[in-house]
């Protein structure tokens, strides 16, 4: 079983700062790595995806990407109260059929 | 407007009556998946399809059917429903499953509860 863990958390951090939320995954040959959003009981939405190693910026998003450790990573600056919410690591290659693998998710609460 | 829907938003039925959820998508997209999301455990895909006529099972496939007859449906077939498949069920697609630079976007969720 490929495995993506992340911690469930909640993390917790004020108004304005940044949130770090953390992903590992075991399958080496992975390709793909999305982070999705998803607020209760609403569906998982696209934030950020990263393909190569390294940082990619996204408005106050960035993903980050090592694949010799295996590790993906989401910044998000000046956090706001409306960024709390279930963050989901996925992660996705060509050998299990293109199914997105799934992490249980953290979940982020921002406090004004 | 491009998008996913599922159809019934919520249902509740009782142990081994026959329900069906329908999934359709009005992006010509060729792969449709299904997704179960439990507490603790997260999101785990049932079936996928790459293309009509061409469906595979995903992590948990166990009670369930589907078909893809129609490139813009995939619906989700639950023959006898049991207790343990109540849960959130989550419909997605995608342009094409070949290419890594794609990914899949999610219909609004279906909640099931089995009596």
């Known amino acids: 079983q490929k495995e993506v863990e992340q911690n469930s958390g909640p993390l917790s951090v004020p108004e304005g700062a940044i949130a770090s939320l953390n992903c590992t995954y075991s399958d080496r040959v992975s390709q793909s790595f999305f982070w999705y959003r998803q607020y209760s009981g609403k569906s998982p939405e696209l934030i950020m995806s990263i393909y190569s190693n390294g940082d990619k910026e996204d408005g106050r998003f960035t993903a980050q990407l090592n694949k010799a450790s295996q590790y993906v990573s989401l910044l998000i600056r000046d956090s706001q109260p409306s960024d709390s919410a279930t963050y989901l690591c996925?992660?996705?290659?060509?050998?299990?059929?293109?199914?997105?693998?799934f992490g249980k998710g953290t979940s982020l609460l921002v406090t004004p | 407007e491009a998008q996913v829907t599922q159809n019934p938003r919520y249902l509740i039925t009782v142990t081994g009556k026959k329900l069906t959820v329908t999934c359709s998508q009005n992006m010509n997209h060729e792969y449709m998946s299904w997704y179960r999301q439990d507490p603790g455990l997260g999101l785990r895909q049932i079936y996928y399809?790459?293309?009509?006529?061409?469906?595979d099972k995903g992590d948990v496939p166990e009670g369930y059917k589907v078909s893809r007859k129609e490139k813009r449906n995939f619906p989700l077939i639950l023959e006898s429903p049991s207790p343990n498949q109540t849960s959130l069920y989550f419909c997605?697609?995608?342009?094409?499953?070949?290419?890594?630079?794609?990914?899949?976007?999610f219909g609004p969720g279906t909640r099931l509860l089995v009596l």
């Open positions: 996925a992660v996705q290659n060509s050998n299990s059929g293109y199914a997105l693998n």
């Open positions: 997605a697609s995608s342009l094409t499953p070949t290419s890594v630079w794609e990914t899949q976007y």
């Open positions: 399809s790459m293309n009509v006529e061409v469906t």
